[in-house]
């Protein structure tokens, strides 16, 4: 697979179907991030990194990396830079599962369920709740549990953050 493609094409309009086969090379590890990524979602299916070995004596150049299914099932796919190779391959790859691949797993997947950073920031919410209750010590640590517990409520008005203090507090 050539990394060039990986980095130029973000896989967002799927126009490129996307294959692995043992000797691909890459540039970058990220562009290997991006195409496994990007290979799972077309498949149906979740990623996790699995192990990293880095270089013996260089501890910033990684030099293994593995994939697997989230589900762990038997799929999995090796890379590896070699110490005089300019490029990453794929040294090994096991594409079979032992379940049913489906594109609704990605969306339900923890790690694509979290909120964008400029939805729900937490050092705003600090900043206007320690501003309109300067009597009360707030931690940031309790107000990051707090909008956790209630991040499922779906009361809106304009003094939701006002009220959860509130309620807190009671």
């Known amino acids: 697979m050539n990394s060039e493609i990986v980095l130029n094409n973000t ?3 799927d126009t490129y179907e996307i294959k692995f086969q043992v000797g691909d090379s890459f540039d970058d590890w990220n ?5 496994v990524e990007a290979y799972a979602k077309q498949q149906g299916f979740v990623t996790n990194k699995y192990r990293k070995d880095l270089d013996s004596i260089d501890k910033s150049i990684i ?3 593995k994939y697997v299914c989230k589900i762990n099932c038997p799929w999995h796919v090796n890379f590896y830079f070699e110490k005089y190779a300019s490029t990453i391959k794929l040294t090994q790859l096991s594409d079979y599962h032992n379940h049913q691949c489906n594109s609704e797993i990605i969306d339900l997947a923890p790690k694509n369920l979290k909120l964008p950073h400029a939805i729900l920031r937490a050092d705003q919410q600090y900043d206007l709740l320690t501003k309109k209750f300067p009597e009360h010590y707030i931690k940031k ?3 990051y549990n707090a909008i956790s517990k209630f991040r499922g409520v779906q009361i809106h008005n304009e003094f939701d953050a006002g009220e959860m203090l509130s309620y807190l507090l009671k």
């Open 63 to 65: 030099r293994h990396q």
């Open 11 to 13: 896989y967002q309009d």
């Open 141 to 143: 640590k309790n107000l």
């Open 31 to 35: 562009s290997i991030h991006i195409a």
